[in-house]
């Protein structure tokens, strides 16, 4: 860090605030994801391919509360190094195989919702077992790679470039792949629709319709998904671009100052996704509210 720069730290209150923040996400976390990944795990009518998607992603929602949440505590909260520490390095790493994780899960769990809708017939062809533990092992393997990129950095035009791509990779990239999916979901929703015509036998047309709620149901998910992420997500990468343009204009001490002071509270606020997916699940999956009566049956 450059010595003319002031050592920022976060305020007392903000530390506190901070800490409480993190806390409460990372237990709704926890407690949250190991639900979903217990009841996937006592359930065998639970142990669908679309589900095993889901679990992969419980898996990295469950890490940012048992993992990552505590490290941001103590590295921001509570010990607030310099910039220039290896905390914040470590950190980083960190985030970046976390983010990187969450947000590739989601864009499996879309795309798979969109073949399902759009090729109903040919779904478990396309989608088989083999290739669902072979992507889930493609994303954690990439995920836990990425972060090593940082080492090769030497400089901060180097290091701008660095995070430029690491923005495109962990945000836009997701966000253009779920957005895609979601859009030909509703317009096959709607063709499905519309070939729906009075002079099919009356089984075929209640099946066509059941088969039509379902899917517009799936669509609202993946909606909801999506504006979790949107919502969480998008503060991370408008201040990213802020950071980065700082950075390039060597304006060291704001960049600084993003690092202390903003990037905290902007990490909060993406944190807390990792509680409410396992939400989202619960409540618009049946076969899961089913499972967590059925194991849960004390509670009410």
Known sequence: MDATCPEEQLSTTAS????????????????????????????????????RLLASLSVADLFVGLVIDPIWI?????????ADSDVFFFTDMLWVH??????????CVSVDRFIAIRFPFRYQEIITKKRCYTV??????????????MMLVNNDEDDTALWLSLAFLIYVTP???VSISYIFMLKEARHQCR????????LNHNNRRVRIVKNYKAIKTVGIVLGVYVVSWMPSLILLL??????????????????????????????????INPLIYYFRNKEFRLAFRRTFRWLR
């Open 74 to 82: 103590a590295s921001y909260c509570l010990i607030q190094p310099s």
């Open 16 to 51: 506190i605030v901070l800490s409480l923040w993190f806390s409460l996400s990372g237990l709704a976390a926890v407690a949250g994801n190991a639900v979903v990944l217990w009841l996937f795990y006592k359930s065998e009518s639970l142990r669908t391919i679309s589900n």
């Open 242 to 275: 802020v950071q980065c343009y700082h950075l390039v204009a060597n304006n060291l001490c704001e960049s600084d100052e993003i690092d202390a002071v903003v990037w905290p509270w902007v990490e909060a606020i993406a944190f807390t996704s990792s509680a």
């Open 195 to 202: 070939r729906i015509a009075p002079r099919n036998n009356y």
């Open 175 to 177: 966000l253009f792949v």
């Open 136 to 149: 889930i092992t493609l994303v954690w393997l990439f995920s836990l790679a990425l972060p090593f990129s």
């Open 98 to 107: 976390t983010t990187t994780a969450t947000t590739f899960c989601l864009c």
